[in-house]
């Protein structure tokens, strides 16, 4: 693990912090058999891929978790800047040769895919240090390169996702992304409030509907809300209703195509604020809205967490900190079919 304090979601460290020129590269050469990405993978367990940061939290091996849950596909996090316009993981590790690239080999050879996640709260964000949004595509481009990749995560977060010109520029990039990636899928993470995006998310938001992107999920992070009323389930509705409503106003869908277009990332446990939980029983709420209503995405942070804290110990990078027997949160989602 590099220096970079670790991503919001991550730590209850971080409580208070609120809610986590290169030219295109050129064809990918073909992927081989054993790189290819699993044709039995379905949409529908590309929606539930769960987050597993694999630089910190002592992760659980992939393929242990597939086993133990039946989840197929995870998210993985985070792709930073390495400094300059330049893709890695988190800023520091190649994207190629190293043991990222070995644990997507290990995940798509036990059947399963991955989605990569590039942002997330803390660190050099690519869509701060790229100056264009061609440049920013040809960085994220690197990463679906590296991997081959269906789905693309981008989790826009604190000075990535306060500034406007930076908002602009992700959605531009994602815009080309889709359109040099035929049949690719996009997910746009970002926080909210109890009753849906903030001003800012309803911007981007906005921005992508002004630029024609047609985003897969628009994805929010139900927590770290500071002050909310009733269950954490019942707060995620109201978040997820207000998410419906912006996607729905600025893309001119019908309630039935918004509710398909939104996602939810939700963070099992004990969370960054001292006072806040999301239990199981809420994470059946949110399974029992996603299967009426058919949302684009059912996730969480994190994989690292879905387990019980060792001899008493606290909530952080990779426990709960809640009583729960080994992967409780993960075989909830796992049972969300799309």
Same mark, same amino acid.
């Given at each position: ?131 264009? *949004?061609?440049?920013?595509?040809? %960085?994220?481009? =690197?990463?679906?390169?590296? &991997?081959?990749?269906? #789905?693309?995560?981008?989790? +826009? ?81 109201? *978040?997820?209703?207000?998410?419906? %409503?912006?996607? =729905?106003?600025?893309?001119? &869908?019908?309630?039935? #195509?918004?509710?398909?277009? +939104? ?76």
């Amino acid at each position: 693990m590099h220096t970079v304090v670790p991503p919001r979601r991550l730590t209850a460290a971080l409580a208070g912090a609120g809610c986590l020129l290169l030219p295109l590269i050129a064809a990918v050469p073909q992927a081989s058999a054993a790189d290819a990405p699993q044709a039995a993978a379905a949409s529908g367990a590309m929606a539930v891929a769960p987050y597993e940061y694999l630089g910190w939290g002592n992760p659980q091996k992939p393929t242990d978790v597939m086993a133990a849950t039946g989840v197929k596909w995870f998210t993985l996090a985070f792709v930073l800047s390495d400094g300059g316009c330049n893709p890695k993981w988190d800023g520091s590790r190649a994207l190629t040769g190293g043991s990222d690239e070995s644990a997507i080999k290990s995940i798509r050879g036990a059947g399963g895919d991955v989605v990569v996640s590039v942002g997330g709260w803390s660190g050099n964000k690519l869509g701060e240090k790229c100056s264009s *949004a061609s440049a920013l595509a040809g %960085a994220y481009q =690197k990463v679906i390169n590296a &991997y081959h990749l269906k #789905a693309l995560d981008i989790d +826009i977060e604190d000075t990535e996702f306060s500034n406007a010109t930076v908002r602009q520029r992700v959605v531009s990039a994602l815009k080309i992304v889709k359109t040099d990636n035929p049949g690719i899928v996009t997910y746009v993470t970002m926080g909210t409030t109890p009753n849906g995006p903030d001003a800012n998310g309803k911007d981007l938001i906005k921005k992508g509907a002004a630029a024609g992107l047609a985003n897969d999920g628009w994805t929010i992070m139900p927590f770290d809300f500071g002050s909310h009323s009733g269950s954490m389930g019942s707060a995620t509705v109201g *978040a997820l209703e207000g998410l419906k %409503a912006a996607v =729905k106003s600025a893309y001119g &869908y019908s309630d039935d #195509a918004a509710y398909r277009h +939104i996602g939810v990332s939700s963070m099992n446990g004990k969370t960054d604020e001292s006072d806040e939980t999301v239990t199981t029983g809420d994470f059946q709420t949110m399974l029992g809205y996603a299967k009426q209503h058919h949302i684009a995405r059912f996730t969480f942070w994190a994989v690292n967490r879905d387990r019980q804290c060792s001899g008493g110990g606290s909530a952080g990078d990779s426990c709960s900190g809640v009583g729960q027997s080994p992967y409780a949160f993960t075989k909830i989602v796992s049972q969300y079919a799309g």
